[in-house]
């Protein structure tokens, strides 16, 4: 997801909380709303308007670079538990 933050340990809704200090709820927004390829990028959650600014702009190449990472990350774990694949198919937004 372009908004959502991804694989964090659960303890770090409570250390930002207090650190920042605001709300649960108001971390739980970050995390949900305001993280991943916006978060990182603080442009868009959407990779075709990023590679638009990928030149010029190293936040939005660094959440791209993220993004292929973990990509590569899930596919490889994916493949290696299955064992086998015929094809890999991305879907969604």
């Known amino acids: 997801m372009g908004t959502r933050c991804g694989d964090l340990d659960p303890a770090i809704v409570a250390f930002l909380a207090r650190r920042e200090r605001v709300s649960v709820e108001t971390v739980e927004g970050w995390l949900n709303k305001k993280s991943r390829l916006l978060g990182i990028s603080g442009r868009s959650r959407d ?11 190293g936040r939005a190449r660094l959440a ?4 292929a990472y973990r990509v590569r990350k899930y596919v490889g774990a994916y493949l290696a538990a299955i064992r086998r694949a015929t094809a890999v198919v991305f879907a969604g937004g």
């Open 47 to 57: 990779t075709r308007v990023l590679v638009e600014h990928v030149a010029s702009d």
């Open 64 to 67: 791209l670079d993220i993004f």
